[in-house]
């Protein structure tokens, strides 16, 4: 798109988006602005350009030998939104123009803010000697396979965490079990492989610049399994509820929607994999119907079929004090073990908006330990909120 002689252009047949634009010229450059048309048929916006110049320079790999054909960047460092991208030469050599007067971050490789370890230098505007070694990056490509079982997992999750670069990155996969990740800079980093029917395998990867790190087939356990089924208060099956799993540890449950995301059928039935063998698991089901209270999953041997009751929900709103003293930034949990949590704020105040009617268990504990302050119980009703003050000066006398 070339504007006019009097400086205007004229977009057409874009779709109800975002956009983004930026005017460049032998003149000098603009900012990208960004074009909201998702509401709105037409927009105007105008783009100034700024004075330019040049910055040019070489990039060569670690063997010092010139880099052909290798993307080099350029951001303003006074607005982050004004970049140049060219690429080099058979000789590794590059020049960015319509760049403005300046400083600039400027790199050589892929144009990503998850690259860590790329080597960047800052040059001015009018600088012709820039020199950059290209970043070196490796990759990680393996698959996942589920012990006795011909299909891969339907679904997994491979999340990477460097060791020392700070990266992270998350691969989803369906249906193939294959991951790959690109980009890596070199590190020691540790693997983690999750999904619905098998247990999480963990596992320490060494990635080396410039090469495809391979690893072996992963071979994942399916552990322990339950069964049951959700119903309401008079014994009717209730479908499409969702159940949140949670591992035990010292009367806490850690629930992790990442890890299992299961809904009941249309009979109210489900079934969860992937329970590790000795561990505490709770579960709890959630509809607009209802809530129920933790259900524990036995720690040894086969599950007997689980059943979860939806009860009627209502509130609970409180207070703790020390003493009469407003008690800021502790734990208040619902249920032993937990099956939810507040903070209290800077008044001492907490609120839960969904709870099973009738006794429940309520505990208070400070930051940083897992001990309670205070250990009682609390009556919800529906209809009404449930107010309580919980004085841990008494309990702890």
């Known amino acids: 798109m070339v504007s006019g002689a009097d400086g205007t252009f004229t977009v057409e047949g874009l779709g109800r988006s975002h956009f983004r634009v930026r005017a460049e010229s032998a003149l000098g450059a603009s900012a990208t602005e960004v074009v909201d048309l998702s509401s709105v048929e037409s927009n105007s916006i105008e783009l100034s350009l700024l004075r330019s110049g040049a910055i040019a320079g070489s990039v060569v790999d670690d063997q010092g030998s010139p880099c052909a054909d290798e993307a ?111 980009g890596l800079p070199p590190d020691t980093y540790q693997l983690m492989v999750t999904g619905s029917e098998f247990i999480d395998t963990r596992l320490e990867i060494e990635v080396v610049a410039n090469r495809a790190t391979e690893l072996r087939t992963l071979v994942v356990h399916r552990g322990r399994s339950a069964s ?60 607009d119907r209802g809530c129920s209270r933790g259900v524990a999953i036995p720690t040894s041997g086969v599950a007997p079929p689980l059943t979860l009751v939806l009860l009627p929900c209502g509130s609970l709103v409180g207070i703790v004090v020390d003493g009469g003293r407003q008690v800021p930034d502790v734990y208040v949990v619902i249920g032993d073990p937990e099956t939810q949590f507040a903070i209290t704020d800077e008044n001492g105040a907490f609120a839960f908006a969904r709870v099973p009617t009738g006794t429940n268990a309520i505990r208070v504990m400070r930051s940083g330990t897992l001990a309670p302050v205070y250990e009682g119980e609390v009556e919800v009703r529906a209809g009404r909120p449930a107010e309580v003050t919980l004085d841990i000066q008494v309990a702890e006398a």
């Not at 080099?88 to 123009?97: P, Q, V």
């Not at 339907?154 to 700070?166: D, K, P, Q, R």
């Open 72 to 182: 080099v960047h350029a951001i303003f460092c006074a607005n982050d939104s004004v970049f140049s991208s060219v690429t080099t030469d058979a000789d590794g050599r590059f020049m960015i123009e319509g760049v403005p007067e300046g400083e600039h971050l400027v790199w050589a490789g892929r144009f990503s803010d998850q690259d860590f370890g790329r080597d960047e230098v800052t040059a001015r505007t009018g600088d012709n000697r820039v020199f950059l070694k290209k970043s070196t990056f490796g990759s990680v490509r393996g698959e996942v396979a589920l012990e006795d079982a011909t299909d891969p997992p339907e679904e997994m999750l491979a999340t990477i965490f460097g060791t020392t670069v700070g990266v992270h990155r998350t691969y989803q996969a369906t249906g193939t079990g294959v991951f790959q990740m690109d």
């Open 228 to 287: 049951g089924q959700v119903v309401d208060a008079t014994g009717a099956p209730v479908s499409a509820a969702r159940l949140r799993v949670g591992e035990v540890r010292r009367r806490v449950a850690t629930f992790r929607l990442d890890r299992w995301d299961i809904v009941t059928g249309p009979d109210g039935r489900f079934s969860i994999a992937g329970l590790r063998a000795t561990s505490e698991y709770l579960i709890v089901a959630t509809h």
